[in-house]
């Protein structure tokens, strides 16, 4: 089914909204990107298909990323400039929404669980709440390659090409493809890969527990399973972990089998 989408400011940070088709499902949701890219990255497969199955869908860009401002200070941004992006956006919504966030984006979500509470919370390959310097270990010692290129990106250098690919992806993806998100990727925030790595990790005993799902990529080597299993762990939960899949599971080839997966786990909570 065709679905509809509408890019809006709020507070000058882009919200992309899909409206739902049919009668809409009593939750909307509420997209979080990771480092690097913005809401453009969801809106390739997941907002789609979400709205076709009933959800109101929104996903912001972070301060600085994709058509949000910021882009000229994007260096000095703090992660709790993220945080406060986030709850901008959750206000502006219907009904509070089911957050959704990935790689970076997850650790935003739990650092706005600090403070406030949510629907539903779905993590995906999220920084764990020990921040970064256990998956920067891992690169280090496994894909030290990678781990020159992604320093690269972040001081506002262009990495290799084939840096997307190893980063985010499992299985084959088109030239074409690649291209495209190559040319939408952009740099980081160097303060708030600081703050995700030792300076404002997640207070636990501080955090809201909504209902929370986790899920992780099997062939991830941005943030392995192993890492994502430590999450689950820390928030007395389970970790589903998808087989064949890299960092990117939202662009995989195979994206159905998460958002199905993710939309099936909202469905059972009656969301």
């Not at 480092?35 to 009933?54: C, D, K, T």
């Not at 949510?118 to 270990?137: E, F, N, Q, Y």
């Not at 600081?194 to 527990?209: G, Q």
């Not at 087989?243 to 990117?248: K, R, Y």
Request: glycine share 6%.
């Amino acid at each position: 089914m065709k679905t509809t989408s509408t890019t809006t400011f709020h507070a000058e940070i882009e919200v992309i909204t899909t409206a739902p088709v049919g009668p809409a499902r009593p939750t909307p949701l509420l997209f979080v990107h990771g480092a690097f890219s913005g809401a453009w990255i969801w809106q390739e497969f997941y907002l789609p298909y979400f709205a076709a199955e009933g959800w109101a869908c929104s996903a912001l860009s972070l301060a600085g990323h994709g058509k949000s401002a910021g882009r000229e200070r994007l260096d000095l941004i703090p992660l709790s400039e993220y945080v406060d992006n986030l709850r901008s956006v959750v206000a502006t919504l219907p009904a509070p929404p089911v957050i959704i966030g990935h790689s970076m984006g997850g650790m935003v979500v739990q650092k706005y669980l600090e403070r406030e509470d949510a629907r539903a919370v779905v993590l995906m390959s999220s920084v764990p709440p020990t921040g970064l310097l256990a998956s920067t270990t891992h690169l280090m010692m496994t894909q030290p390659a990678l781990l020159v290129e992604l320093n690269r990106a972040l001081n506002g250098g262009v990495p290799e090409f084939d840096t997307l690919r190893e980063a985010l992806f499992a299985q084959p993806v088109a030239e074409t493809e690649l291209l495209k998100y190559f040319l939408l990727m952009q740099p980081e925030s160097a303060r708030a890969v600081w703050d995700m790595t030792w300076f404002d990790l997640p207070r636990l005993p501080r955090m809201h527990r909504p209902p929370m799902l986790i899920v992780g990529a099997e062939d991830d080597r941005l943030v392995p399973a192993s890492l994502v299993e430590q999450t689950a762990r820390s928030f007395e939960s389970e970790a589903t972990i998808f087989p064949n899949t890299g960092h990117g599971m939202m662009l995989e080839s195979h994206w159905q089998e998460s958002a199905r997966f993710i939309a099936d786990w909202l469905r059972a909570q009656g969301f």
